[in-house]
């Protein structure tokens, strides 16, 4: 397995990984409304800015995600899949930063909605 090296491979991994969450009882019913065409391009740029340095994210991701009702369930689920997508695809340095970041990603988001309740 190759690690994760490019903007294609970033693209890879984010389609791979929104498959699953598209399909998960659990996680689905918070994208049913989003618009992917335009999300989509959005994660790539976030996670191209996460594993590659590249400039174009501007977004807070915890900020999008505070108003959602999102419970220890489905960062559990999320981190699951993500986890998931990266061991079957790459194997190295950026898919362990990958898989890193995610849970760091996770943890914040979790801990300031935590905060809010």
């Given at each position: 397995?190759?690690?994760?090296?490019t903007?294609?491979?970033?693209?890879k991994?984010?389609?791979?990984?929104?498959?699953?969450?598209?399909?998960?009882?659990?996680?689905?019913?918070?994208?049913?409304?989003?618009?992917?065409?335009?999300?989509?391009?959005?994660?790539?740029?976030?996670?191209?800015?996460?594993?590659?340095?590249?400039?174009?994210?501007?977004?807070?991701?915890?900020?999008?995600?505070?108003?959602?009702?999102?419970k220890?369930?489905?960062?559990?689920?999320?981190?699951?899949?993500?986890d998931?997508?990266i061991?079957?695809?790459?194997?190295?340095?950026?898919?362990q930063?990958?898989?890193?970041?995610?849970?760091?990603?996770?943890?914040?988001?979790?801990?300031k909605?935590?905060?809010?309740?």
């Amino acid at each position: 397995m190759e690690d994760l090296k490019t903007r294609s491979d970033i693209e890879k991994m984010v389609n791979i990984f929104y498959s699953k969450v598209l399909k998960d009882k659990l996680l689905s019913p918070f994208f049913e409304k989003l618009n992917f065409e335009n999300h989509l391009p959005k994660m790539n740029d976030f996670w191209a800015f996460v594993l590659l340095d590249e400039v174009g994210y501007l977004t807070n991701v915890t900020e999008k995600h505070l108003p959602m009702p999102l419970k220890k369930e489905h960062f559990l689920q999320w981190l699951h899949l993500f986890d998931e997508t990266i061991n079957e695809n790459w194997k190295g340095e950026k898919a362990q930063l990958a898989k890193e970041r995610a849970h760091l990603i996770s943890w914040t988001i979790e801990s300031k909605i935590g905060k809010q309740l």
